[in-house]
Structures are given as structure tokens and as C-alpha cells.
């Protein structure tokens, strides 16, 4: 009898230890969980970090989930509602930009203007520490070679998060040809992050499905005015509900070309809620679509609080 209960015993060891290790799904144990203020995302299966400079800025209209990296490429997610714990997707104005360097610009808009599958879920809105975690899925269409990408594992954690009111930002500026010029505001949601390093400066035009993204791949320092030279980026999407496919930029990746820009940055404040102060100009052309249409963009117009991570 004896015996029989040592079996017994060892036989319930060895499923207790089965419940505790070896069910794992096998490599869990090797995984280290994802530092703060990670921000990756795998384009056709290729790695894509941009956790240098993150910020998530969010008003009672839409918000925007950013990010940069090193070398001067962004990813920019556009919500047209207030964060929340929730799940976004295209039918509901989930939009994502992405800009590469010598590879292009992808957005989930295809070459017909039709909306491609992206899924946006916020799985964590910490409010006390204020911070927005979440993943992301979809397809982005890259009007420089005409092709289609999958998006896959995007995720972001613990990105700083910042509530702004409207009005608190100006970002405009007059865009067009000769006697077609119309200024357009892209206000809303509009801010300044990664200010000493790989220098973002993003907003939105809720009236349309529009944002204007300024980069400025070295930070920006106040008295200063940036170029093409020093590799700065006019990117901005003139669309319409009618024809949201609409990219505008002054780099053409393919030729690894800059049309003419210049933003000078006059003030940077030091107050609590400090703000970037400045002008811009520049040439912008649809590189990729065979249209050699130029666009002059002037007397742009910068007074955007600064996010700091």
C-alpha cells in the first residue's frame, strides 16, 4: 500500500510541474517584455524601430500616435476621435503614415483613394501615469513604386501622453500656384517632439483628411534656419473626402532628391508649457505619380507646444 501512495504522489508532482512549465508555449520564457516608449512595427516582414522620439497628443476631435527614429523616418497614426481604450479601424478614419528614406511614403490610402484595412487597438490608457500602449495591423500603399505592404506586429508602449485643448496650437500656411493659393490650418493636434534630436514638428486639418508633418532630422536650436542641405522634410497630405490620396512632399526617395524648403526657428520658450515659434516655405511635388505639378508652400506659420517625452 505504501508504495502505491509514493507512485501516486510522484505521478501528482509531475503534473503539477507540467502545469507550471512545460504548458508554456515554448520561448515565452526567453521574452523580455518591451521597454517604455517602444515603437515598432514590421513592413513585409522587414523591422522598423521608431522609438527615438515618441508622443501621443490627444484633444476632444482626433489624436495622433508619433514616432522617429535616428535617421530621420517617422510613423504617424491619426485617430479622428479622443484616445480611449478601444479598437480603431479604417472605417472609422484610422489613418497611418510612414516615411522611409530612399524608400518612400506609405500611407493606408491606395492609388484609387480607397481606404486599405488598418486595425488600431489601445489596450492600455494609463491616465495617472499618463501613457497610451496598443497594436496595430494593416496595409499601406507606397505611391513612389506603386506597390502594396503589409503591416504586421506594430505595437507601441507606454508612449507619454499629452490632452490638449483647441486653440492652444498654429500651424498654417498658404499652399498653391499663382492665383490658386489657399491657406490651409492644420492646428489641431499640432506639436513640436524630439525638439534636440530628430526635431518633429505634426499637425491636422480636421476639415479635410489632411496633416502636414516638418522634419528636421537634428533637432532644432532657436535663431536657426534649416534647408533642404540639412536634409529637412516637407511632407503633407493635401486630400480631400473625394481624393484622400494626395501626398505631397519635398524629397523625392527614389533619386534621394530635395526640392527647396527653409524653416526658421525664431523662439523656443522655456515656460512650463513651452512652445516651438517659427515660419516655413518650400517647393512640393507627387513624386511617383508621374505628375510634375509643383506646389509653393508660403508663409507657413509655427506656434506649437512642445511634447517632451
Wanted: with cysteine; glycine share 8%; hydrophobic share 35%.
Amino acid at each position: 500500500m505504501r508504495r502505491y501512495f509514493w507512485l501516486l504522489f510522484a505521478i501528482t508532482g509531475f503534473v503539477w510541474s507540467c502545469s507550471d512549465s512545460e504548458l508554456l508555449t515554448p520561448g515565452d520564457e526567453f521574452q523580455e517584455p518591451l521597454m517604455p516608449g517602444t515603437y515598432t512595427v514590421e513592413i513585409d516582414g522587414v523591422f522598423s524601430d521608431f522609438s527615438e522620439t515618441t508622443a501621443v497628443n490627444s484633444n476632444d476631435a482626433s489624436t495622433q500616435i508619433n514616432g522617429a527614429n535616428a535617421e530621420g523616418q517617422t510613423i504617424s497614426i491619426m485617430l479622428s476621435s479622443p484616445i480611449a481604450e478601444t479598437t480603431y479601424n479604417q472605417a472609422t478614419g484610422a489613418m497611418i503614415s510612414i516615411i522611409l528614406d530612399g524608400e518612400g511614403i506609405f500611407n493606408n490610402i491606395d492609388s484609387t483613394g480607397q481606404f486599405l484595412p488598418l486595425i488600431v487597438e489601445v489596450t492600455e490608457l494609463d491616465m495617472f501615469n499618463m501613457t497610451v500602449s496598443g497594436t496595430f495591423t494593416g496595409s499601406v500603399y507606397n505611391s513612389t513604386d506603386e506597390t502594396t505592404s503589409l503591416l504586421t506586429n506594430g505595437q507601441f508602449v507606454e508612449l507619454p501622453l499629452t490632452i490638449t485643448e483647441g486653440g492652444d496650437a498654429i500651424l498654417k500656411a498658404t499652399f498653391g500656384v499663382d492665383d490658386t493659393q489657399t491657406e490651409l490650418d492644420f492646428s489641431t493636434n499640432a506639436n513640436a517632439t524630439g525638439t534636440t534630436t530628430n526635431a518633429v514638428i505634426s499637425g491636422d486639418n480636421v476639415d479635410e483628411i489632411q496633416d502636414l508633418i516638418l522634419t528636421i532630422p537634428d533637432g532644432i536650436e532657436e535663431g536657426v534656419t534649416y534647408t533642404e542641405v540639412d536634409e529637412v522634410i516637407i511632407r503633407v497630405n493635401l486630400g480631400t473626402s473625394d481624393n484622400p490620396s494626395d501626398v505631397y512632399t519635398n524629397y523625392d526617395a527614389v533619386n534621394d532628391v530635395y526640392l527647396p524648403v527653409s524653416i526658421t526657428i525664431d523662439e523656443i520658450t522655456q515656460d512650463v508649457e513651452g512652445h516651438v515659434i517659427g515660419t516655413f516655405t518650400g517647393t512640393i511635388q507627387k513624386f511617383g505619380t508621374g505628375n510634375d505639378e509643383q506646389i509653393e508652400v508660403t508663409n507657413g506659420i509655427i506656434n506649437v507646444p512642445i511634447l517632451v517625452p
